[in-house]
């Protein structure tokens, strides 16, 4: 039976800080007797359970969780385990379904939901996903996320085919191929399309290039990677040429971790700027953020690391979990002014910590490079279609060097070796630092290179070099 609250988007700021109180009071309760990690981090850190009765004593007093200490390792491979919350006797604890980590860790680490999970979780998100973005049963739907156990293709299944909704779950590129996906979205004159973005853009290329006119678009709906402001307003301009009138972007935040994802909601200048930003679910998560190298908590509206905390539960839970993602603009909490709902809204420019890369260039010393602004500089760049960086080690001088595959736009006349030279100072312009070479390559051959058609992501910046 579903415990949703049905005005969990209109309740006061005031309402949702008394209600997350209550909820993480009673979670820490509950993992304190059936979590095996965190009972024993709260035996080991001398941390009485009753002496957490809010989320100030919450955030005070309890450790942070990092990606690190959930991997399995070789010596250890059972780690996930441990955050699988333990009740044997009670049916609703048991693990049901599982969704999985799919890149940013060596290892993939799976993450449970209960029966309980999946209806007061997973259903309501999709719920909600359907109701923040607009979706409706007149809608035709392709989902181009790829088909593993991963939770933007299963949260996109539950939204639409789990709730009465017309959908055409593809499986991505590596299951039907973009030829097919092109066909289907044009043959069944699809009106929404949700996918990674840069999947998206180049389904949405290819049918541009097959004369298949995409003009019954109205909304895209991306997840699983950064949507820039720069990709919005290319892939918008691109099906406009299509002669899809008023097509729309939103974006979701979804990690496996926390088995959800907030998501903006669409409005018509979105394109132009104004994003709304990811509408959180106070009544099943507690955001806040904090200064990355201090782990201190910052106030609202300031730039910082996102840590995520479950306010209920069984399965899989983490716990003041540090996201390694920063958020340009923090979280704030202000009524929506689109769509009037009083959630915290987690600010739609995100980047990740760990896309600050100490690359050497040299023998001497290394350079601190915050390849997170590739996403930004390379789609404004306005020769170029597609772009991959690539870090690799020099094995006879040692030292490291990056690399910037690219393929040329369509039309283009610009020689090669003049693409190269403006690329390369346009890039040391914007990041003070210049590339050590650019591949100019087909638009077949960085699609292979991406993974376009193979990977569940996009491998649009890869770090090739040895750890040392």
Known sequence: MSQEIDNWDKMTFQEQARLQDKKIKYMVQEIAKYHPAYKKAMKEKGIDPSSITGVDDFIKKFPFTSKKDIAPVDENPYIPDYYIMQKVEDPEYQPRFMIATTGRMAFSVPFWYSSYCLENIMNVVASRLVAVT???????IINSFPYSPHLAFWLVYYATTGKGLTAVHTGGGKIMGTQKIVGLT??????????????????????????????????????GDRCTMTFRKQIVDLLRSMNAPNPNVCAAYGFTESRMAPLECPHPKGVDGELTGYHTYPDLELWYCIDPKTGERIGPSEKG????????????????????????????????????????????????????????FDKVKGTLVDLNQFYTIMPEYPNIDEWQVI???????????????????????????????????????????????????????????????KELKEKRILDLRPKD
């Open 305 to 360: 690391e996102l840590v995520w905390t479950a306010l209920g539960g069984h399965g899989t839970i983490v716990m003041n979990y540090r996201t390694g993602d920063v958020a340009e603009q923090g979280i704030k909490y202000e009524k929506c002014p689109w769509c009037g709902r009083t959630v915290p809204i987690i600010s739609s420019m995100i980047g990740r910590v760990s896309e600050v890369k100490d690359v050497r």
């Open 391 to 453: 870090l690799q080690r020099n094995q006879e001088t040692r030292i490291d060097e990056m690399i910037v595959n690219v393929s040329p736009r369509k039309g283009v006349k610009m020689a090669e070796k003049k693409l190269v030279e403006d690329l390369s100072t346009y890039i040391a312009e914007k990041m003070e630092i210049a590339p050590s070479g650019i591949k100019v390559m087909t638009p077949d051959a960085i699609s292979q290179s991406l993974g376009m058609e």
């Open 134 to 140: 607009g979706m409706t049963p007149k809608d035709v």
């Open 186 to 223: 044009y043959g069944f004159k699809a009106t929404v399309f949700i996918g990674v973005p840069g999947y998206m853009y180049h389904v949405i290329k290819t049918a541009e290039g097959a004369e298949k006119q995409l003009s019954d678009i109205r909304l895209l709906i991306t997840g």
